[in-house]
């Protein structure tokens, strides 16, 4: 009795290699958790009770093939701000119980990624859920839903007219001061476009921090408040 079987998914407690003529072969194959597998034979008839399947030994030998298949499911992804969908629902399809499916949240115009919220039947398999793109798994049961979380945000242009060599930009909420950055802010790259020849900078932060500077990385030389 041979076993032709690929390596993962399926494991055996009682498997016999050979009998004799007219007697009873039993031999189980117990499915790995987040597997089902599939057990046939082209030179038997082969019963199945749970794990365990029995045959009658013939005159020949006999081939049994097992292969083994992850279980998936479909997870539906919204884009929400404020719990207010923000996108129309997307599908992440086939993700398994086993292997890890990545999952990016798309940019939105107007808005920042934050963070994910697993839903019923999603592992995360990533460090946390402010990780883009995450990593996720499926359980054996669930809804399967996933959200991407977004806040609103304003996006300014710097022009760097004065050819500094670092731009940075600072922001901060001007009703009562609450900083968005430690001064002298975030250092900024260039978006790839020129005015003038001049190289244009793009700052993106929250919408509730109304106030910005720009500024040579601390080097003395800013903007007014804008």
Known sequence: ITYTAQATGWTYDTQPTSAEEGATVTFEVIPTTGYTVTVTSSDVLLSKNGNIYTFTMPTKDVTINVSATEKTHDVTISYKCDDQTIQANGTATAVGEVTPKEITAPEITGYKFT????????????????TN???????ASGTYTLTANYEKVVTVYFVNSSKWTAVNCHHWVSKDNTAGTTWPGDQLTTTGETVN???VYKATFTSEHDMC?????GGGQQTANL
């Open 115 to 130: 963070s994910w919220t697993l839903g019923n039947g999603i592992t995360n398999k990533s460090a946390n859920t402010t």
């Open 213 to 217: 500077i720009f500024n040579n990385n």
């Open 197 to 199: 020849e001049f190289d």
């Open 133 to 139: 793109p995450i990593n996720i798994t499926t359980k």
